[in-house]
Structure formats: structure tokens, C-alpha cells
T-cell receptor, first 112, second 112 residues
Framework: QKEVEQNSGPLSVPEGAIASLNCTYSDRGSQSFFWYRQYSGKSPELIMFIYSNGDKEDGRFTAQLNKASQYVSLLIRDSQPSDSATYLCAVNYGGATNKLIFGTGTLLAVQP | DTAVSQTPKYLVTQMGNDKSIKCEQNLGHDTMYWYKQDSKKFLKIMFSYNNKELIINETVPNRFSPKSPDKAHLNLHINSLELGDSAVYFC???????????FGQGTRLTVV
């Protein structure tokens, strides 16, 4: 089992719809979780982080964490063509360590 | 001012050569990383340093040798380059455990 897993996509949604991106992780000791966005040819940039079970909202973005199910998701409301990018889930693996592990990323395409 | 900067941005070299990539961060962070991103966008952790000390060394061939002269700099030297080393190499830094990582702009290495 991979440490952090994501569906590689592409995930295609129409403009204005909700995009739902999912991520599972294998280590129950993981404590912090991050969503990064990466445009083609650019470096990853942080969208959101989440540490506690439940939902965390920031503008059009909502991160959801369920530690019992080892599952973290990102919802993007009112998707825009400018949201088209690869979304990377990252997990601070193994609790209090520096091991920041990334999933394979999900390519999101928002159709105008 | 660029927070995490890498040089060079592009590197084209022949098989068997030795090359170095440099990284500097001006954020005052204690932890720095090297990641390799392949053509499928998978960001694989290679090394992590904390305050100049190597703390993570993933299963990377020993042709790859990181060096941290001080906590603001982390360089990557690669000996006897192979075709499979072609990828984008990202440097990143973070302040402490469980905080976000900031990425450099990446170095696209092409081995011919």
C-alpha cells in the first residue's frame, strides 16, 4: 500500500460545479495534512492545511479530515477554469517527523 | 525577494557527467528538503536536513549526495548521471514539524 494515495484523474468538472478531490493515507500516526496546487511547469503552492477531524473552510475551498478512516478531501466550490491544475495531497508521515510525503496528485480540468 | 531559490532552473547534460544544484532559503527555516518529480508528477522525497543535520535519506542511489553548509543552504550533487535521473528537482523548506513547506521554482534536469 502506498503511503499517500490519490486518484490521478483527470477529473473533469463544468465551470461553477463542485470539484471533490480525495486522498487516503496509510499511517495512523500522521498528524498534519496539506493540499497543494501545482500548475504545469510551476512549483507546488499551498492551498490549505488541516490538523483536526472535521471541516475547515477558506473561501471556495473546504478541507475535510477523517482520521479514523485515514481520509482527507478537498472540495472546490464554484470551480473556475483557473482552478485547472494538479492537486497534491501531502501528509506529515508518522507523527512528529519531518517526513512530508506527497500523493501522486489529481489532475483537475474545469471546463468553461 | 524569493523565499526559496534554486539554481540553475534548467540543466542539460550528458550521461556520465557530474552536476550540482543549489538551493537557498531566506525564511529562517530549520528544515530543508530535496524532492524529485517525475514525468507523472509524483513528488518523491529524497533527503531532509534539519539544522544542517541529515535526518531523512530515502532509498536514493549513493550517486546523489546532499550537502548543507548552513541551515539556509542545501545543495545536491549528482555523480555519473544516468538517463533515469531526468526529472524536475525541487528544494523546499519548512519552519518546524507540521507546518507547510515552501518550494523553490524547481530545476529541470535533462540527461542526454
Amino acid at each position: 500500500q502506498k503511503e499517500v494515495e490519490q486518484n490521478s484523474g483527470p477529473l473533469s468538472v463544468p465551470e461553477g460545479a463542485i470539484a471533490s478531490l480525495n486522498c487516503t493515507y496509510s499511517d495512523r500516526g500522521s498528524q498534519s495534512f496539506f493540499w497543494y496546487r501545482q500548475y504545469s511547469g510551476k512549483s507546488p503552492e499551498l492551498i490549505m492545511f488541516i490538523y483536526s477531524n472535521g471541516d475547515k473552510e477558506d473561501g471556495r475551498f473546504t478541507a475535510q479530515l477523517n482520521k479514523a478512516s485515514q481520509y482527507v478531501s478537498l472540495l472546490i466550490r464554484d470551480s473556475q477554469p483557473s482552478d485547472s491544475a494538479t492537486y497534491l495531497c501531502a501528509v506529515n508521515y508518522g507523527g512528529a517527523t519531518n517526513k512530508l510525503i506527497f500523493g501522486t496528485g489529481t489532475l483537475l480540468a474545469v471546463q468553461p | 525577494d524569493t523565499a526559496v531559490s534554486q539554481t540553475p532552473k534548467y540543466l542539460v547534460t550528458q550521461m556520465g557527467n557530474d552536476k550540482s544544484i543549489k538551493c537557498e532559503q531566506n525564511l529562517g527555516h530549520d528544515t530543508m528538503y530535496w524532492y524529485k518529480q517525475d514525468s507523472k508528477k509524483f513528488l518523491k522525497i529524497m533527503f531532509s536536513y534539519n539544522n544542517k543535520e541529515l535526518i531523512i535519506n530515502e532509498t536514493v542511489p549513493n550517486r546523489f549526495s546532499p550537502k548543507s553548509p548552513d541551515k539556509a543552504h542545501l545543495n545536491l550533487h549528482i555523480n555519473s548521471l544516468e538517463l533515469g535521473d531526468s526529472a524536475v528537482y525541487f528544494c523546499a523548506s519548512r519552519r518546524q514539524l507540521n507546518t507547510e513547506a515552501f518550494f523553490g521554482q524547481g530545476t529541470r534536469l535533462t540527461v542526454v
